[in-house]
């Protein structure tokens, strides 16, 4: 009997809906198909679950999530994108695509430019690996640490002077097309002179012992720049601007990555703590409250016009008095 | 006229809540067009319980939970019985979400 009721309500529900949303389905263009779906597909589900026999299977599902996060068509409302995937999307993947082995074999070149990812990888491949990391690590170290290693820049006879004028002109006055023309010309430029300078190379190694140890192999120092993940090309420069050796480095990755794993920890607990309240109360009633009383620890609750979700069915109520008492 | 959105999470408006979703999705309907179509069933949803339905319920409980929020109480009662003319369960726990029935009364001028 109480099935029965729930059907006739819902089914006029439904009825109102459909006849009342009609034109504005014919303002916006939507056809008549449409509509009849709409009123098609949401007969079919509710009104066989309330009857005797089928239960809850299709009711538990779709009323524990929708507690709090009652629809993504909200999400909409709220200005978010009707996709959905783009909230998803939106996250990792600009950071994501651009990682070259570059990023994370240079983990003191802070804020390279692009053309320093576009311009060595082909001399790269070309010559040998050893000077052009020498190489490249002159700029970076000339670029960011010119203030800090004033000394041991000029070591280096030809370096600082590219370092100089290069530098300055890629950060502030020339355009992104322009340093690719730039760095790829410079690039040439060094990529002859290093190959002639070749027998030079090795002072310049002796001198740099700080980064030494970590470009003489070029594959092994990767190590202390994976472990942070996805975000090495950002986590890394971070302790190299603070602390220039790579003894400091290592020990300041070690510590960073775990930090930052757990405050994503953290977030995630919230929400799931947040959620775990939700599924526990399976039995839920919806309605409106007139009066709310309390005298002591005794409450009393007067509803009205409600739904009661219990054991997986449906019950409307047109008054409900609740009593109850605290623990 | 006001609404409550509250009805939206009852099986009915789940259902159509996830048929908006997958008509929008797929194209069919605007988001614009479906939040509407939510609109009309909140305002329909509360007629039909206004004027449809008649039963009365009893509920007997312990309170574990009560909070009063935004002028929407929200009840946890343990060890519920509820009793009417068609039912009568007792539950371990139960949620009680209301909404002030007040604010579906504004002054008419």
Same mark, same amino acid.
């Given at each position: 009997?109480?099935?029965?009721?729930?059907?006739?309500?819902?089914?006029?529900?439904?009825?109102?809906?459909?006849?009342?949303?009609?034109?504005?389905?014919?303002?916006?263009?939507?056809?008549?198909?449409?509509?009849?779906?709409?009123?098609?597909?949401?007969?079919?589900?509710?009104?066989?679950?309330?009857?005797p026999?089928?239960?809850?299977?299709?009711?538990?599902?779709?009323?524990?999530?929708?507690?709090?996060?009652?629809?993504?068509?909200?999400?909409?409302?709220?200005?978010?994108?009707?996709?959905?995937?783009?909230?998803?999307?939106?996250?990792?993947?600009?950071?994501?695509?651009?990682?070259?082995?570059?990023?994370?074999?240079?983990?003191?070149?802070?804020?390279?430019? #692009?053309a320093?990812?576009?311009? =060595?990888? +082909?001399?790269?491949?070309?010559?040998?690996?050893? $000077? &052009?990391?020498? @190489?490249?690590?002159?700029?970076?170290?000339?670029?960011?640490?010119?203030?800090?290693?004033?000394?041991?820049?000029?070591?280096?006879?030809?370096?600082?002077?590219?370092?100089?004028?290069?530098?300055?002109?890629?950060?502030?006055?020339?355009?992104?097309?322009?340093?690719?023309?730039?760095?790829?010309?410079?690039?040439?430029?060094?990529?002859?002179?290093t190959?002639?300078?070749?027998?030079?190379?090795?002072?310049?190694?002796?001198?740099?012992?700080?980064?030494?140890?970590?470009?003489?192999?070029?594959?092994?120092?990767?190590?202390?720049?994976?472990?942070?993940?996805?975000?090495?090309?950002?986590?890394?420069?971070?302790?190299? #601007?603070?602390?220039?050796?790579? =003894?400091? +480095?290592?020990?300041?990755?070690?510590?960073?990555? $775990? &930090?930052?794993? @757990?405050?994503?920890?953290?977030?995630?607990?919230d929400?799931?703590?947040?959620?775990?309240?939700?599924?526990?109360?399976?039995?839920?009633?919806?309605?409106?409250?007139?009066?709310?009383?309390?005298?002591?620890?005794?409450?009393?609750?007067?509803?009205?016009d409600?739904?009661?979700?219990?054991?997986?069915?449906?019950?409307?109520?047109?008054k409900?008095?609740?009593?109850?008492?605290?623990? | 006229?006001?609404?409550?959105?509250?009805?939206r999470?009852?099986?009915?408006?789940?259902?159509?809540?996830?048929?908006l979703?997958?008509?929008?999705?797929?194209?069919?309907?605007?988001?614009?067009?479906?939040?509407?179509?939510?609109?009309?069933?909140?305002?329909?949803?509360?007629?039909?319980?206004?004027?449809?339905?008649?039963?009365?319920?009893?509920?007997?409980?312990?309170?574990?939970?009560?909070?009063?929020?935004?002028?929407?109480?929200?009840?946890i009662?343990?060890d519920?019985?509820?009793?009417?003319?068609?039912?009568?369960?007792?539950?371990?726990?139960?949620?009680?979400?209301?909404?002030?029935?007040?604010?579906?009364?504004?002054?008419?001028?």
């Open positions: 009997m109480a099935s029965s009721n729930v059907s006739t309500v819902y089914i006029s529900v439904i009825d109102d809906v459909i006849s009342k949303v009609r034109e504005d389905f014919i303002t916006y263009g939507v056809g008549d198909a449409v509509l009849n779906e709409l009123q098609a597909t949401p007969l079919q589900t509710p009104i066989q679950t309330p009857l026999g089928t239960d809850t299977g299709m009711y538990n599902i779709p009323t524990g999530p929708s507690d709090y996060a009652p629809s993504p068509i909200s999400d909409v409302r709220n200005g978010m994108a009707i996709n959905g995937a783009d909230p998803k999307t939106g996250r990792p993947s600009p950071y994501m695509p651009p990682p070259s082995p570059w990023m994370n074999q240079r983990p003191l070149g802070v804020d390279v430019n #692009v320093y990812v576009e311009g =060595r990888e +082909d001399p790269d491949r070309g010559v040998q690996p050893q $000077p &052009l990391t020498q @190489d490249f690590l002159m700029m970076s170290s000339g670029k960011r640490k010119r203030d800090e290693y004033p000394g041991q820049l000029p070591s280096g006879s030809f370096v600082p002077q590219q370092d100089g004028s290069a530098d300055q002109i890629v950060e502030f006055i020339v355009s992104k097309e322009n340093t690719h023309q730039l760095w790829s010309s410079i690039i040439v430029k060094q990529e002859t002179l190959q002639k300078v070749t027998p030079v190379i090795p002072q310049r190694d002796g001198i740099q012992d700080d980064y030494n140890d970590q470009f003489f192999f070029p594959g092994v120092p990767t190590e202390d720049y994976n472990t942070p993940g996805e975000s090495a090309e950002y986590r890394a420069p971070t302790p190299a #601007v603070g602390t220039p050796k790579p =003894r400091n +480095d290592t020990g300041e990755d070690d510590d960073e990555p $775990p &930090l930052n794993e @757990d405050d994503d920890d953290d977030d995630e607990l929400d799931l703590e947040q959620g775990e309240d939700e599924p526990n109360t399976l039995h839920l009633v919806l309605a409106q409250f007139d009066k709310v009383t309390r005298t002591k620890n005794r409450w009393k609750c007067t509803l009205k409600g739904i009661m979700h219990l054991n997986g069915r449906d019950v409307l109520f047109n409900v008095c609740i009593f109850w008492s605290n623990f | 006229m006001a609404t409550f959105e509250l009805y999470r009852s099986t009915i408006g789940t259902c159509l809540t996830e048929t979703d997958d008509l929008v999705s797929s194209g069919a309907v605007s988001p614009e067009l479906a939040i509407q179509v939510l609109v009309q069933f909140d305002k329909s949803m509360t007629d039909a319980l206004e004027s449809q339905v008649k039963s009365k319920v009893n509920i007997k409980g312990h309170l574990h939970t009560y909070r009063f929020c935004d002028n929407v109480w929200t009840f009662l343990t519920a019985t509820f009793k009417s003319e068609e039912i009568s369960e007792t539950l371990s726990k139960v949620k009680i979400v209301a909404c002030d029935s007040k604010l579906l009364q504004p002054p008419h001028p």
